[in-house]
C-alpha cells in the first residue's frame, strides 16, 4: 500500500513541477523588454537602404538647325525679241536660196543651231526625196541648247520628238507644237531609208556664211552651208532670231 501511494505522489509531484515549468515560460513570453529605465523598448524599423542619388548626365546642347540652301532663281532669259509688232503668226526662213544645194540625209546626223526670240509653234527642214514618194523617213529631235553642242544633244532629253514618212518632194516637213519657249535650241534630224534610192534629205545654201544659224553634219559644223531651215512664230516679234552661243567644237 505504502508503495503505491509513494508512486501516486511522486506522480503528481511531477505533475505540479511540469505546470509550474510551463507556465514561467509562457511568462516569460509575455514579458515586453524593458529600457533601463523601466519603459518599454520602442521598436526599432529597419534600416532603409540608401538610394544613392543619380547625378543627370548633362544635357546636350541641341545642334543648331542648318538653315535650308535656298533653291537659286531660274535666271531669267534675255528678251531679244524687240517686242511684239503683230498678234499674228510669223514664219523665219534662216537660209537665202543661195548657192542652193540637195544633200542626202540618210545615214547622217544633221542639224541647225538657232535661237527663237519668242515663243514658236512650228520648226523643221525643207525635205528633197529625189521624186521619191516612199520608203523614207526622218526623225526630229529638239534640244534646247545648254552649255556647248555635244552637251546639248548628248547629255539631255529632247524637248520634242517628231516623225514623218513619205512627204512630198521638197517640202517643208514641219514638227508642230502647242508652243515652245524662246530661246536657244538644236534641231537636229535622222534621215533613213527603207527601200534603194528612196532617200530623203535636206536642201541647203552653199558657199554662205549666215549670224542667224550654225549647221551641222554628224556632229561637226557645216562651215560654209545653211540648211534651209524654218521656223513659225506664234506672234510676230521685231527681231526674228537672238545671238547664238559658242558650238565649243
Keep these: 500500500m505504502v508503495m503505491k501511494e509513494d508512486r501516486k505522489f511522486t506522480v503528481v509531484l511531477c505533475a505540479v513541477l511540469a505546470f509550474v515549468l510551463a507556465a514561467g515560460m509562457l511568462a516569460g513570453c509575455s514579458v515586453s523588454e524593458k529600457t533601463d ?8 524599423p529597419a534600416t532603409e537602404a540608401v538610394t544613392e ?6 544635357t546636350a546642347e541641341p545642334t543648331p538647325t542648318a538653315e535650308p540652301t535656298p533653291t537659286p532663281e531660274p ?17 523665219y526662213s534662216f537660209f537665202g536660196r543661195r548657192n542652193q544645194a540637195a544633200f542626202c540625209g540618210t545615214g547622217h546626223r544633221l542639224a541647225v543651231q538657232f535661237y527663237a526670240t519668242t515663243e514658236f509653234i512650228e520648226l523643221g527642214f525643207h525635205s528633197p526625196t529625189w521624186t ?26 529632247p524637248v520634242l ?9 521638197g517640202v517643208l516637213v514641219g514638227l508642230k507644237t502647242e ?11 535622222l534621215y533613213a531609208s527603207t527601200e534603194e534610192m528612196h532617200n530623203g534629205g535636206v536642201w541647203h545654201d552653199t558657199d554662205v556664211e549666215r ?3 550654225i549647221s551641222y ?13 524654218e521656223i513659225k512664230y506664234a506672234k510676230t516679234p521685231k527681231n526674228l532670231y537672238g545671238p547664238l552661243s559658242d558650238p565649243g567644237l
Design 37 to 44: 529605465k523601466g519603459g518599454d523598448v520602442t521598436e526599432v
Design 53 to 58: 542619388a543619380v547625378t543627370a548626365a548633362p
Design 75 to 91: 535666271t531669267e532669259k534675255p528678251d531679244y525679241s524687240g517686242g511684239i509688232v503683230k498678234d499674228n503668226p510669223k514664219r
Design 132 to 157: 521619191a514618194k516612199s520608203g523614207y523617213s526622218v526623225d526630229y529631235e529638239l534640244y534646247e541648247w545648254d552649255k556647248d553642242y555635244d552637251t546639248t544633244v548628248y547629255d539631255h532629253e
Design 161 to 169: 520628238t517628231g516623225h514623218f514618212e513619205n512627204w512630198q518632194d
Design 179 to 189: 508652243g515652245l519657249p524662246a530661246g536657244e535650241y538644236v534641231l537636229l534630224a
Design 211 to 213: 549670224e542667224d544659224q
Design 217 to 229: 553634219v554628224d556632229d561637226d559644223i557645216w562651215y560654209d552651208h545653211a540648211i534651209w531651215f
